[in-house]
């Protein structure tokens, strides 16, 4: 029996490939509205983080959800994340 493939992602906080399933994706819809899609099924495209509020933070500091994105994210969208995060833990 063929052995089942894990679908992998790297996490833009810490840079380390990890299950999808451990980590949470960020997702801009086609209206351009980023959020967390803690489902993972919501369409548009998509980036993943870590469960950790570090490893978001990192992203923040470093732009990587712009540069995933190719569009300027307001303070407001990051803070809602946030607590959209610490919620979730």
């Known amino acids: ?10 996490c833009l906080g810490c840079n380390e490939m990890k299950e999808k399933r451990s980590l949470i994706r960020v997702v801009r819809d086609p209206q351009g509205d980023i959020s967390l899609d803690l489902t993972g099924k919501k369409s548009g495209k ?3 983080i870590c469960r950790n509020v570090d490893c ?5 500091k470093s732009k990587r959800f712009e540069r ?3 569009c300027a994210i307001p303070k407001e969208v990051y803070e809602k994340m946030q607590e959209e995060l610490e919620k979730s833990e």
Request: aromatic content about 14%; proline content about 5%.
């Open 56 to 60: 978001y933070k990192a992203a923040v």
């Open 68 to 70: 995933a994105f190719s």
């Open 1 to 10: 029996m063929a052995v089942k493939k894990i679908p992998m992602r790297k």
């Open 46 to 48: 998509g980036a993943y």
